[in-house]
Each structure stands twice: as structure tokens, then as C-alpha cells.
């Protein structure tokens, strides 16, 4: 009998691994999504940076599936005629005491493979690839690219129908049992019944783990990043990316200059914690997810640790005159005015444990015949395509062509 597979989540790893599955013909596939379209959660809202694997530590799951991922990403986009453009990217050290973590994240990048990684000393070399940037040393990785991920997913939709998938939008997955070798989901007015079931879920992967008991942790920490538009008549200031050498103890990249698939420029994103799951903006609350976190074993270890960056990029958030200062140490001819507006925001599902640390690596958990992705944060999009092998090697055991 042909085996029927269910996947929870439409972004675009769930959607990575129903193309594959369906592609490998060995299974009935069946993607069931809560929002009425594709991509409608992180992988609609982020920064659109195909990462070429620069600072994941060697050896993690992260390093090997971005770099592994990047490729195939590419090769998808050219394949269909998606927009993938080789902007490049500077990581910049502003003044000397950023030299170390600089060095730390040139050894990682060589360790990783990070194809054409050059050290750019020097402000004549700086400037022959950003001419408005300043600082005393950089990383330059050529080959970080920009690409429309919601664009990517809905093309990876496509395949999915064509191999014989099905896609059913509107379905939240509110239920879900074992009951000897098959898996009953229930959402709200049906019921769907699969042999084996994969959960890319996002910002409910501990929501949906919990419908099948599995353990409360990792919990899911939903932290915010807010975009501001370049004024388009200043976009000349930016090339391609600019980034801050990014602090060790967070896992989060910092705010940076990324000129996009569209030619827009972009400044961000921050990280504040959103006070909901999908709350793009401090007026989207749920006290629901809000009391969950505060009473989280691990609040106040992660207050503790983090207290001082936290009120940083709160007051970043608040007052455009501090993510402004953020933002100009990179470029000092940016004035407040060229940041137009607000114009976007993302809420990362970052998982944390009962200790208070945040989860770094992706992480994956089963039981029986359900495999929950519970952590899979930025460069999860990038990876998408080797995350979805991953799963299928090591989770499913299912042949691919
Ligand atoms: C601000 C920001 C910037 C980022 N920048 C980058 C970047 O530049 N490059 C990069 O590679 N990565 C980046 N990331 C990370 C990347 O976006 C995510 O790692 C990736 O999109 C994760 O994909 P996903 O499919 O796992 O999750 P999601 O895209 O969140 O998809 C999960 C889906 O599951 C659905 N779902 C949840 N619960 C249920 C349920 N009960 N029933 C049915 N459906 C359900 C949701 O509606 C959602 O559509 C960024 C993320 C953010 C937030």
C-alpha cells in the first residue's frame, strides 16, 4: 500500500521536504497549513539572504546543511527562472577591539567552505567593494546571495502538484494521536488519517509537538526583527551587505545593510522579543504566549544573561534615534532622514530550554511515527533543500531518485 505522509507547515521547509517526498514517489503527500497561503510566517518575513555559511560552528548541523543548501537553492533558481543575485557580503569590524571575532569568524568560514572568502584590509580595499562603509577590517564572502524566499516556495508548491502532491491551505493542525501504525490529525472540521507524519510548524513547533506529547522543551521564544527602508535616492550607498561582526553570545546577526532582490535597501533586522507568537508589532499581543514565556523555567536565567542587550535593542526598537546610531556606525554619511519608514517585520522562532540557553543548532525529535522539527532558525531557508534531505535520510529512510 502506498504509505501516506503528512506534513505540517507551508513555509518553505515544509514545503522543501514535500517536494522531495513527492518527487521520490513513494508516498501519498499531503502539506495541511493554518494560513491561507504559502510562506505566510518567517519565510514571507526575513531578510531574503541566501547565507553562504560563514559563522556556523564547524561540524553543526547548521554549517553542513547551509553550505550543502546554498547550492542547491542556486541551482533551483536557475532551474526555474527565480530571481538569485550574488550581491556579496562584507562582515565589517568597525574598530580594533573587533578584530578577534572577526579572525574567529574567518576560521569558521575557511573550516565551512565558503567559496571566494577573502580578509579585505584596508580602507582602499574596503571602498573598491563598499564605497561608503567604514572600519578597520572585513570578511567579504562574493557569493552570499539575495532571493525572494515566498517566490521560491510558491515554485516549490508547483512541483509539489505536479508530482502528485497535495497542498490543503486553511488547515490548522489542532489534534493529533498515534494510535497503532498510523497517525490521526485533526483539524478544525476534518480529520486526516497518515502512516507517518513530519511537523515544520515554525513558531508553533512546540504547540504542535505538545498535541503529541512529546517534551515541552525546547520551547519556541518569539523574537521580533523590524526592518527600515533606505530612501531609494540613497540606495547608492549600499552595494550589496554590510554586516556587523555579530556577538558570540547571541544568536542573532545584528542589524545590517542588505540591498535585495528588488533593488531595495533594506536596514535590519533588530531582535526584540514579540509579545505573541506572529506578532509583527508591540500592539500584537497574546497574554497566552506572552505568561507562557515569562513562566518558563528558563526566563530567568535568559534575563539574567541577556538583560542589558535586551533593553538595548528594546530602546532600538522604540526610538529611531538608537537603531539609527546602530546603523551609522557602518556608514557615517547616513543621516536619520534616509531611513524612510518601518516597513517590515519578521517574528524568528528561536528555541530556548529550560536552563534559559537558546538552542543554536537545528534540532529534530520523533516519536514514533511523527519527526518534529523543533528548531530550525535562520539559515533555514537557505538550507531548505538539504534540510528536507536530512529529514529523508535520517528520519524517513525513504529512497530519493
Ligand atoms: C526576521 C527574520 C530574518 C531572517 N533572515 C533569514 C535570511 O536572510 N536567510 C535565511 O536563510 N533565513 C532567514 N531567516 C530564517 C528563516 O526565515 C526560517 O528559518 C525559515 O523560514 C523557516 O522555515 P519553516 O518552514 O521552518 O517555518 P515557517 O516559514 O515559519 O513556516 C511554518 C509554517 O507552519 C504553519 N503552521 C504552524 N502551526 C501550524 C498548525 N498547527 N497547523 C498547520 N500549519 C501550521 C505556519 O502557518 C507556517 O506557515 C530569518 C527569519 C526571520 C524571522
Not at 102 to 113: K, T, Y
Not at 138 to 161: C, K, L, N, W, Y
Not at 355 to 382: C, E, I, K, Y
Amino acid at each position: 500500500m502506498t504509505e501516506r505522509i503528512g506534513i505540517i507547515g507551508g513555509g518553505i521547509v515544509g514545503i522543501a521536504l514535500a517536494r522531495a517526498l513527492a518527487r521520490a514517489g513513494t508516498g501519498d503527500v499531503t502539506v495541511l497549513e493554518k494560513e491561507h497561503r504559502l510562506a505566510a510566517h518567517q519565510t514571507g518575513h526575513n531578510s531574503g539572504v541566501v547565507h553562504a555559511g560563514l559563522y556556523y560552528a564547524e561540524g553543526s548541523l547548521k554549517a553542513q546543511l547551509c553550505v550543502a543548501g546554498r547550492a542547491a537553492l542556486r541551482d533551483f533558481c536557475l532551474q526555474k527562472n527565480l530571481p538569485y543575485r550574488e550581491v556579496g557580503k562584507l562582515v565589517v569590524a568597525v574598530d580594533e577591539s573587533e578584530l578577534p571575532a572577526l579572525a574567529d569568524i574567518e576560521r569558521r568560514s575557511r573550516a565551512n567552505g565558503v567559496p571566494g572568502l577573502a580578509r579585505i584590509s584596508g580602507t582602499a580595499r574596503l571602498h573598491e567593494i563598499e564605497p561608503h562603509v567604514t572600519g578597520v577590517a572585513a570578511v567579504h564572502s562574493p557569493h552570499t546571495a539575495v532571493v525572494d524566499f515566498a517566490a521560491i516556495t510558491e515554485a516549490m508548491g508547483q512541483d509539489v502538484r505536479t508530482a502528485g502532491g497535495t497542498i490543503l491551505l486553511g488547515q490548522e493542525v489542532v489534534a493529533m494521536a498515534v494510535e497503532g501504525g498510523t497517525v490521526r490529525v485533526g483539524t478544525a472540521g476534518a480529520e486526516h488519517v497518515f502512516d507517518r507524519v513530519i511537523a515544520c510548524a515554525g513558531l508553533q513547533s512546540d504547540v504542535v509537538a505538545g498535541l503529541v506529547g512529546a517534551d515541552p522543551s525546547p520551547k519556541i521564544l518569539p523574537f521580533r526583527g523590524e526592518y527600515w527602508s533606505l530612501n531609494p535616492e540613497r540606495n547608492h550607498l549600499v552595494q550589496g551587505m554590510i554586516y556587523p561582526v555579530p556577538d558570540p553570545r547571541f544568536p542573532f546577526l545584528g542589524v545590517h545593510f542588505t540591498r535585495g532582490v528588488y533593488d531595495d535597501v533594506h536596514v535590519g533586522p533588530n531582535a526584540v522579543p514579540a509579545l505573541a507568537r506572529e506578532g509583527y508589532g508591540w500592539l500584537s499581543v497574546s497574554v497566552k504566549d506572552t505568561w507562557e514565556s515569562v513562566r518558563w523555567p528558563g526566563a530567568g536565567p535568559l534575563a539574567r544573561k541577556h538583560w542589558r542587550m535586551g533593553a538595548d535593542e528594546i530602546r532600538a526598537s522604540l526610538f529611531k534615534s538608537a537603531y539609527y546610531r546602530k546603523a551609522r556606525r557602518f556608514i557615517p554619511e547616513l543621516t536619520m532622514a534616509d531611513l524612510t519608514a518601518k516597513t517590515a517585520s519578521g517574528v524568528r522562532a528561536q528555541a530556548w530550554g529550560r536552563d534559559g540557553s537558546l538552542v543554536d543548532d537545528f534540532a529534530v525529535d520523533q516519536v514514533g511515527p511523527v519527526t518534529l522539527l523543533r528548531n530550525a532558525p535562520s539559515p533555514a531557508a537557505t538550507s531548505c533543500l538539504a534540510i528536507a534531505d536530512y529529514l529523508i535520510d535520517q528520519y524517513l529512510r525513504v529512497r530519493r531518485p
